[in-house]
């Protein structure tokens, strides 16, 4: 795995430094503020400490000159020979590696009950979840992806119930309705496997693999022996765990008062003990923005049965609004209230489903323009980021078995100078967005990694070129690390376009 060229230039520098690209050109290529933390605590001037890292930088071989800005910065301008170490640093596993120690974990997501197919807003949870998880793998832990269904209770009975009814050639009241019932009453038997095979393979299709499934029935028979173990009361006939005490926001019914028959909360208390006691360093829930109100019970109930709490954790999204042709639309050609991930799929292609569902920020609401999205153009974010890549293909196939090596012919050109400098972003990038499980960053910065590559590309020849072996590698690590982001959020890096 190559090393981090940024990391051990500043560690050169000293265990306090921490180097930043500045905005403006003429403040070198990496700058640093260490000299204004540092000041205080040596009780010197800023400047003067300035000073002192300038020089010492300035005797590095790598660095070409160093200087002092404003109350204490120091800039630094870097000799082409560094930008050819870190060429030379780019790998197949650059980027990743960051985890400190790493942990197993498991992330459970979508967990949608098998009464009909997937949504968009249960695509959007596993769009993120997954690349969460795919974030967290690169960056060194074991990670596990766990699908939680309920296949009892009173939801269950109504969908087999509809089902049923449409077997007979009715509608039933209240009940399920659209085409994928109709489709199930064709098929004799249970048709609660039925959906579930089909759930499975529209996940697959949407590139998320569960390593396990697990059965909410099946776990509730462990109930009765965890129900002591929880701190309790009786009130109103029904019985309540005290998770107020335990730092959730109230208290929560655990068995019913009519009939004593467990609630869906009770129904998490033996999933969390199984899931821990399956030995997950870390268990993250993925949940809709209408479960903030539990967010805290799982801690609370870790709590209460004497698990460290913060081997749990609580991830939310926001809804997806999607619009066509300027207006809100439903666009199902199923049922006219929901639209269903084959549908959305088949409308603009996984790749830009993936993407689209990632994009922003898990505390945002997503509006997804259905035509921007599957449009072919650079004016697609994900077709822009997509051809990047096959167009670096293009020119490394059409460069046979031409000599591709880090050293420059010559002095390196300003576009050359700042695409290396935004390869190197990776390592950063990709660890901050997995400590903030924020995958929305990695397209954002793919995105730059684009533009500086297609700047690039417009201003210098790349093959039949004095510097051709070096930009074939320049262009060989850009192809890598664009590869790299778009597999992070579930992306396909198309050779071709």
């Known amino acids: 795995m190559g090393s981090d060229p940024v990391k051990g230039l500043a560690a050169a520098l000293g265990a306090e430094v921490?180097?930043?690209?500045?905005?403006?050109?003429?403040?070198?290529?990496?700058?640093?503020?260490?000299?204004?933390?540092?000041?205080?605590?040596?009780?010197?001037?800023?400047?003067?400490?300035?000073?002192?890292?300038?020089?010492?930088?300035?005797?590095?071989?790598?660095?070409?000159?160093?200087?002092?800005?404003?109350?204490?910065?120091?800039?630094?301008?870097?000799?082409?020979?560094?930008?050819?170490?870190a060429l030379a640093a780019i790998d197949a596993d650059f980027g990743g590696g960051s985890a400190a120690?790493?942990?197993?974990?498991?992330?459970?997501?979508?967990?949608?009950?098998?009464?009909?197919?997937?949504?968009?807003?249960?695509?959007?949870?596993?769009?993120?979840?997954?690349?969460?998880?795919?974030?967290?793998?690169?960056?060194?832990?074991?990670?596990?992806?766990?699908?939680?269904?309920?296949?009892?209770?009173?939801?269950?009975?109504?969908?087999?119930?509809?089902?049923?009814?449409?077997?007979?050639?009715?509608?039933?009241?209240?009940?399920?309705?659209?085409?994928?019932?109709?489709?199930?009453?064709?098929?004799?038997?249970?048709?609660?496997?039925?959906?579930?095979?089909?759930?499975?393979?529209?996940?697959?299709?949407?590139?998320?693999?569960?390593?396990?499934?697990?059965?909410?029935?099946?776990?509730?028979?462990?109930?009765?022996?965890?129900?002591?173990?929880?701190?309790t009361y009786e009130k109103d006939g029904a019985?309540?765990?005290?998770?107020?005490?335990?730092?959730?926001?109230?208290?929560?019914?655990?068995?019913?008062?009519?009939?004593?028959?467990?609630?869906?909360?009770?129904?998490?208390?033996?999933?969390?003990?199984?899931?821990?006691?399956?030995?997950?360093?870390?268990?993250?829930?993925?949940?809709?923005?209408?479960?903030?109100?539990?967010?805290?019970?799982?801690?609370?109930?870790?709590?209460?049965?004497?698990?460290?709490?913060?081997?749990?954790?609580?991830?939310?999204?926001?809804?997806?609004?999607?619009?066509?042709?300027?207006?809100q639309t439903k666009m199902s050609k199923r049922r006219g209230d929901v639209v269903f991930l084959d549908e959305f799929v088949e409308e603009i292609g996984v790749d830009a489903a993936r993407w689209y569902l990632v994009n922003r920020g898990p505390d945002q609401t997503i509006d997804i323009d259905i035509d921007l999205a599957a449009e072919r153009s650079q004016k697609n974010p994900v077709y822009y980021v997509q051809y990047a890549h096959a167009r670096i293909a293009g020119i490394l196939r059409n460069a046979g078995d031409a000599d591709v090596a880090p050293t420059p012919a010559g002095p390196l050109a300003v576009e050359e100078r700042e695409l290396v400098k935004r390869l190197l972003e990776l390592p950063g990038v990709a660890a901050d967005a997995a400590e903030k499980r924020g995958p929305q960053a990695i397209p954002a910065y793919a995105i730059r990694v684009a533009d500086d590559f297609h700047r690039f590309y417009h201003e210098h020849r790349v093959l039949e070129s004095e510097q051709q072996s070096f930009r074939l590698a320049l262009c060989r690590a850009t192809q890598g690390v664009i590869a790299r982001c778009l597999d992070l959020v579930g992306v396909d890096a198309p050779d071709r376009m």
């Open 18 to 85: 921490e180097l930043e690209r500045p905005s403006e050109a003429e403040h070198g290529d990496y700058a640093t503020n260490a000299a204004l933390k540092l000041a205080g605590a040596r009780r010197r001037p800023p400047r003067e400490v300035a000073a002192e890292l300038a020089e010492q930088a300035a005797a590095l071989p790598q660095v070409e000159r160093a200087e002092i800005a404003g109350p204490g910065f120091v800039n630094l301008f870097l000799a082409d020979a560094w930008f050819t170490d």
């Open 101 to 231: 120690a790493a942990q197993r974990i498991q992330v459970e997501m979508v967990s949608a009950n098998p009464t009909g197919p997937i949504t968009v807003a249960a695509a959007r949870n596993g769009a993120y979840g997954d690349s969460v998880a795919r974030l967290l793998a690169f960056a060194g832990n074991e990670v596990s992806r766990e699908y939680y269904y309920n296949d009892a209770g009173a939801q269950m009975e109504l969908f087999q119930a509809s089902v049923a009814a449409s077997r007979s050639g009715q509608t039933m009241e209240g009940g399920y309705q659209g085409e994928y019932i109709k489709e199930l009453a064709a098929t004799p038997g249970d048709p609660v496997p039925a959906m579930l095979h089909r759930i499975e393979d529209s996940l697959e299709r949407f590139r998320i693999h569960f390593d396990s499934w697990v059965l909410q029935s099946e776990l509730e028979q462990r109930l009765p022996e965890l129900l002591p173990r929880l701190d």
């Open 239 to 327: 019985l309540w765990a005290r998770s107020s005490a335990y730092g959730d926001e109230e208290d929560r019914v655990l068995l019913r008062s009519e009939d004593r028959t467990p609630t869906y909360r009770a129904a998490d208390v033996p999933y969390l003990v199984d899931k821990l006691e399956r030995g997950f360093d870390r268990a993250i829930y993925v949940l809709g923005a209408d479960h903030h109100g539990t967010r805290n019970w799982y801690a609370a109930v870790a709590r209460m049965l004497g698990y460290d709490p913060a081997r749990v954790e609580v991830l939310l999204y926001q809804l997806v609004h999607l619009t066509k042709g300027g207006a």
